[in-house]
């Protein structure tokens, strides 16, 4: 089938922190890999996308490389700010369908 | 552009009550999503619509849930009779067939229903 699985939280650190946050995936067709943000009191938002193997998206100084070999999508920022205190969710879709699968979400709490 | 809009945004209710949460998506937009939202489950699909027509409800908890999309730029999710364990955020979303099936989801900034 397919499903998301995404590192538990929640994670906190400091101000100009390195931030990895780990997502992995299965599918049965071909997938669109996604990374949705959602800041607090609000609805999620796209951060970040990947239509195909080895494709880079990225966004506000976010990235996530697709890894068909590994079946990952790691989400990844140099420094990390206040600002980005939120929860990001993993997703995928698949070309045969219509859902969008989300893993549970991180919670990302950076401190000053 | 007007994103997917919501309403109430909060709703506080008492065992019993009908809640009707309320949704208006973007413009354009052929695909309509309701999610529910909690600490336990995470986010769930309720149901989506194609064209105001419902394909998939397996998400749904139970007969007390229901939801209509009696044209393009409405939807209602209907809670009858409404419990506790119903407390939730809950999300609609849309989405734009396009000549690209990546295609996002933009969603709403959420319902949130608590039932005493």
């Known amino acids: 089938g397919n499903s998301v699985t995404q590192m538990e939280g929640p994670v906190t650190l400091s101000e100009e922190a390195f931030l990895t946050i780990n997502c992995t995936y299965t599918a049965t067709g071909y997938p669109s890999l996604f990374w949705y943000v959602q800041y607090p009191g609000e609805g999620l938002q796209l951060l970040l996308k990947a239509t195909k193997a080895d494709d880079k998206g990225s966004n506000k100084g976010f990235e996530a490389t697709y890894r068909k070999e590994t079946t990952s999508f790691h989400l990844e920022k140099g420094s990390v700010q206040v600002s980005d205190s939120a929860v990001y969710f993993c997703?995928?879709?698949?070309?045969?369908?219509?859902?969008?699968?989300f893993g549970t979400g991180t919670s990302l709490t950076v401190i000053p | 552009d007007a994103g997917v809009i919501q309403s109430p945004r909060h709703e506080v209710t008492e065992m019993g009550q009908e809640v009707t949460l309320r949704c208006k998506p973007i413009?354009?937009?052929?695909?309509l999503f309701w999610y529910r939202q909690t600490m336990m489950r995470g986010l769930e699909l309720l149901i989506y619509?194609?064209?105001?027509?419902?394909?998939?409800d397996s998400g749904m908890p139970e007969d007390r849930f229901s939801a209509k999309m009696p044209n393009a730029s409405f939807s209602t999710l209907k809670i009858q009779p409404s419990e506790p364990r119903d407390s939730a955020v809950y999300f609609c979303?849309?989405?734009?067939?396009?000549?690209?099936?990546?295609?996002?989801?933009?969603f709403g900034e959420g319902s949130r229903l608590t039932v005493l």
């Open positions: 997703a995928l879709r698949v070309i045969t369908g219509n859902q969008f699968y």
């Open positions: 979303a849309s989405r734009r067939t396009s000549g690209s099936w990546t295609g996002e989801l933009f």
């Open positions: 413009s354009g937009h052929d695909y």
């Open positions: 619509f194609n064209n105001n027509v419902p394909i998939d």
